[in-house]
């Protein structure tokens, strides 16, 4: 029995110290002849107080806006993307399709159906060319595209080797447009890996959001934390799971009036990851 314990004991051991070891070669990105079934939710609730002279009460009144505003946003989408064949260059194609996109109320957002084109390669995000979408104003049409091609743009995720508890961080420039005002941020987003199996690597997010106005017409304050969980698929070499909970404050000051902003966000993003 003591020697049964004690083989226990040294396998453990042996165990423990060999996943502690472990090192992880993280480089999220695409595979060729992969598909990417992807689905985002993401609700925000907005509360937005203003304050100043009885004229631009008055007047804000009069246009219809309620003091404080209350908004909420929900928006559900899901695409499948679906890679091509390798080509001698390491490049291979790459087609975004929307299967769902709706608001809250169930409106749809962007056309089922709507297809993008692009190209990637296992070491570089996609270069998208072009969108085909039925009945969609050439005007909206190209909004979505800009759109696309921005988000991809802010989604470069560095290459690290990384061992349990090791971290990385990801600066990334943020700006809003919040009443006919750019509010310019920076995000400030590390990931420190937590545990992983054979398959899958788990990591702890923490961000925080620091003000960056070059606009002087304006007093501004404002500062934002966030917090979550990503899941690395290791075969794939892709995010199967992301999820974040952000809360953002906002002081807007200027010679007539004042805004204070508070917001609350949760975003949530899953892959399911199949070989064509």
């Known amino acids: 029995m003591k020697k049964t314990f004690l083989l226990l004991f040294i396998f453990g051991t042996i165990l423990n110290y060999g996943q502690s070891n472990q090192v992880l070669d993280f480089k999220a990105g695409y595979s060729p002849q992969t598909a990417y079934n992807q689905t985002t939710l993401n609700s925000s609730d907005y509360e937005v107080l203003y304050s100043g002279s009885e004229a631009f009460l008055e007047n804000i009144k009069n246009n219809g806006v309620s003091n404080p505003t209350k908004i909420k946003t929900i928006f559900t989408v899901e695409t499948l993307t679906k890679t091509g064949k390798i080509d001698k260059n390491g490049n291979f194609p790459l087609t975004i399709e929307y299967l ?22 296992a070491s570089s995000l996609p270069k998208m060319d072009s969108i085909v979408a039925k009945d969609m104003e050439e005007s909206f049409k190209n909004t979505i595209f800009e759109m696309v091609k921005s988000t991809f743009s802010q989604l470069v995720m560095p290459q690290k080797k990384l061992k349990i508890g090791e971290s990385f961080v990801q600066e990334s420039p943020l700006t809003l447009p919040i009443a006919g005002i750019n509010i310019e941020m920076q995000i400030t ?17 923490t961000q925080t959001y620091t003000m960056k106005m070059s606009d002087t017409r304006f007093d501004t304050k404002g500062s934002g934390i966030g917090s979550g969980n990503l899941t690395y698929d290791i075969p794939n070499h892709f995010i199967s799971e992301n999820t974040l909970e952000m809360d953002f404050n906002l002081n807007l000051k200027h010679t007539d009036f004042s805004m204070e902003l508070k917001s609350k966000s949760d975003f949530k993003q899953t892959a399911q990851i199949t070989k064509n």
């Open 100 to 121: 769902k996109s709706s608001d809250g109320n169930g409106k749809a957002i962007i056309p089922s159906g709507t297809l993008l084109y692009g190209n990637v390669s």
């Open 189 to 205: 987003t590390t990931y420190k890996l937590k545990s992983m199996t054979s398959k899958s690597a788990f990591f702890d997010i």
